[in-house]
């Protein structure tokens, strides 16, 4: 299989990571991790980041969104009004199309709120977004998504911020095997494995930010997760061997003495 970039709404980026601005100590450190793991894209919680006010430290300030593709998101919005009016507002702050929509169902869980998605996701297609959705692992509700426009397919490994890593395999791989949408792991990465074993069920892409902002060494934790996505990339780029429950030599029985 020849690797190709990944490609979102016709555009395309070099890395395969995505990387969440939310949680750092500093907007600093918050760039020196997008650095180290060289991400093209990051997601900007419209409604909790500041992007606008110049009187205050701005993520602008450190992370230039000439170099780096901003993914604005609706973090924090737990009905379609509340999701469509963030985004009409980055579109006003700074011109993005390209957005990522999350509609939550309730603050404990933070599963997504699949109808409320669904219904946004029909609207902001309708007024010209490119929308990457956040949605649960249904296969069927992620079929749902491609066909009211979506742009990009994002299931839950498991809740956001839990670090759990991906619960259902299975899901994925089905949602893999239909669509042929981007499809990039949201919520609930926790170390570099998972994000290894998310690229290896041939995912898209990964995007990550609590395992990277809340980790001892965040520089180093985002250099990890470059790396890991890279190796799962390549790993299933190759073909892995089918599984076998027995036993098989490394070597021939031919011309044993």
Known sequence: MVERKLKIANKNFKSRLIVGTGKYKSFRECANAIKASGADIVTVAVRRVNISDKNKARLMDYINPKKITYLPNTAGCFNAEDAIRTLRLAREIGGWKL????????????????????????????????????????PLMAKRLENAGAVAIMPLAAPIGSGLGIQNRVNIKIIRSQTKLPLIIDAGIGQASDASIAMELGCDGVLINTAIAKAKNPIQMAEAMKLAVLSGRKSFLSGRINPNLFGSASTTNKGII
């Open 99 to 138: 957005v990522k929509l999350e509609v939550l169902g309730d603050k404990k869980n933070l599963f997504p709120e699949m109808i409320e998605t669904l219904r946004s996701t029909e609207l902001l297609t309708k007024e010209g977004f490119k929308v990457m959705v956040y949605c649960n692992d249904d």
